[in-house]
Antibody, heavy 117, light 115 residues
Framework: EVQLVESGGGLVQPGRSLRLSCTAS????????MSWVRQAPGKGLEWVGF??????????EYAASVKGRFTISRDDSKSIAYLQMNSLKTEDTAVYYC????????WGQGTLVTVSS | QAVLTQPSSLSASPGASASLTCTLR?????????IYWYQQKPGSPPQYLLR?????????GSGVPSRFSGSKDASANAGILLISGLQSEDEADYYC?????????FGGGTKLTVL
């Protein structure tokens, strides 16, 4: 059974940093790209970025709203994807989901990030 | 203009069919894209329903009933999620998505009410 479990969310002040983790199981993690998608309270889904599998270079792409502030990485030996979030803004407040790309066919339960002073 | 536009809400009766549209921005040809559909119920993460590009390039999500199907309306430059035999449990938010210029883009979502 495919499972994705996010962790690392919480309350953080504007301008600070936070790192989210996504621990995967039930599939060969290294064979898949992984995405991060967020959802602000009461709003729709917003793609944050993704990381390709090593077979496709392990490179990353980001939404314009987070480019230069957020970094996605992966540790295939541990089946974990990371989202490093720097210079956080109040508008980054959202539930953050990790998904198995490209289809986003599996989603974690999400972790809430609240950016507030 | 948004890349993907969905009507904000739609109502339909139990047992009827509902057609949810996802219109691509002018200049982006629906024929060249795989369109992905997701269902989200309150308090839960989205669930993958299906992917549709053509009748020869489509995929149903694991465990997704066949009454959920995809199609396209080329004249409207839109992807369509058709839900037949509506049930009360189908009441949810529905999102479409495409990959465009190495980025994933979601539509704004349609709230489907079954009443």
């Amino acid at each position: 059974e495919v499972q994705l479990v996010e962790s690392g969310g919480g309350l953080v002040q504007p301008g600070r940093s936070l790192r989210l983790s996504c621990t995967a199981s039930g599939f060969t993690f290294g064979d898949y790209a992984m995405s991060w998608v967020r959802q602000a309270p009461g709003k729709g889904l917003e793609w944050v970025g993704f990381i390709r599998s090593k077979a496709y270079g392990g490179t990353t792409e980001y939404a314009a709203s987070v480019k230069g502030r957020f970094t996605i990485s992966r540790d295939d030996s541990k089946s974990i994807a990371y989202l490093q979030m720097n210079s956080l803004k109040t508008e980054d407040t959202a539930v953050y989901y990790c998904t198995r790309a490209v289809a986003n066919d599996y989603w974690g339960q999400g972790t809430l990030v609240t950016v507030s002073s | 203009q948004a890349v993907l536009t969905q009507p904000s809400s739609l109502s339909a009766s139990p047992g009827a069919s509902a057609s949810l549209t996802c219109t691509l921005r002018s200049g982006i040809n629906v024929g060249t894209y795989r369109i992905y559909w997701y269902q989200q119920k309150p308090g839960s993460p989205p669930q993958y329903l299906l992917r549709y590009k053509s009748d020869s390039d489509k995929q149903q999500g694991s465990g997704v009933p066949s009454r959920f199907s995809g199609s396209k309306d080329a004249s409207a430059n839109a992807g369509i999620l058709l839900i037949s035999g509506l049930q009360s449990e189908d009441e949810a938010d529905y999102y479409c998505m495409i990959w465009h210029s190495s980025a994933s883009v979601f539509g704004g979502g349609t709230k489907l009410t079954v009443l």
